[in-house]
């Protein structure tokens, strides 16, 4: 059983180019958690989701960020007009439920860097 | 707003030491509190998950203990080895939706 797959693991933008970051949950699992990890700093979550649902985008930046999460093929969170302060390691998790007791599953990242 | 804060920062250690790594929560209204370790460059392994209702939870050389009242908690790693070199993070569920709040971590070095 597979683990979390997240790709690409490094991807290297320009400024004003767009990012797009794929993640596959475990096998069964329907629940997908974004978070970003910026240098020096703790994980923050941003977004989660449930196939074919956005259920919380609190932590998401108003402009530019958008996650799906269709019902076939992985999510992706996309990055659009990417700029030097975008540059992070992303990371994906998953869950089999949203119960406040399921463990969550983490990806090894996408580490954007941004020139 | 819920905040998470991890003492001390960095911590060194020679091998077979018991330690302790100190998580601090602001918001006593936790669904649960999970210890992670990290590895330079990977992703973040599930070490350990308490409820709220729990006080602690035991897997092999690791015990995290939870105090809601007090807004704490710890893990305790027994015997330390090198291959316990990392970064440990601890996060805070603040409701269902497994949504949570990390600490900046701890990140522990064990010298042979």
């Known amino acids: 059983n597979a683990g979390v797959m997240q790709n690409p693991r490094h991807l290297v933008r320009r400024r004003g180019q767009e990012a797009r970051l794929r993640c596959s949950p475990m096998k069964g699992h329907s629940h997908v958690y974004w978070y970003r990890q910026l240098p020096e700093e703790g994980l923050k979550f941003m977004v989660y989701l449930q196939k074919e649902n956005i259920i919380d985008e609190s932590g998401m930046p108003k402009e530019r960020f958008s996650a799906e999460f269709p019902k076939e093929g992985p999510s992706i969170l996309r990055i659009q007009q990417v700029v030097r302060g975008d540059s992070a390691a992303y990371f994906c998790?998953?869950?089999?439920?949203?119960?406040?007791?399921?463990?969550?599953?983490f990806g090894s990242g996408t580490q954007l860097s941004v020139l | 707003k819920q905040e998470v804060t991890q003492i001390p920062a960095a911590l060194s250690v020679p091998e077979g030491e018991n330690l302790v790594l100190n998580c601090s929560f602001t918001d006593s209204a936790i669904y649960n509190l999970q210890w992670f370790r990290q590895d330079p460059g990977k992703g973040l392994t599930s070490l350990l998950l308490?409820?709220?209702?729990?006080r602690e939870q035991t897997s092999g050389r690791l015990n995290a203990s939870l105090d809601k009242s007090s807004g704490r908690s710890t893990l305790y790693i027994a015997a330390s080895q090198p291959g316990d070199s990392a970064t440990y993070l601890c996060?805070?569920?603040?409701?269902?939706?497994?949504?949570?709040?990390f600490g900046g971590g701890t990140r522990l070095m064990v010298k042979p």
């Open positions: 996060a805070g569920g603040l409701n269902a939706g497994n949504m949570l709040t």
């Open positions: 308490i409820q709220s209702s729990q």
């Open positions: 998790a998953s869950s089999l439920q949203a119960a406040t007791n399921e463990k969550l599953f």
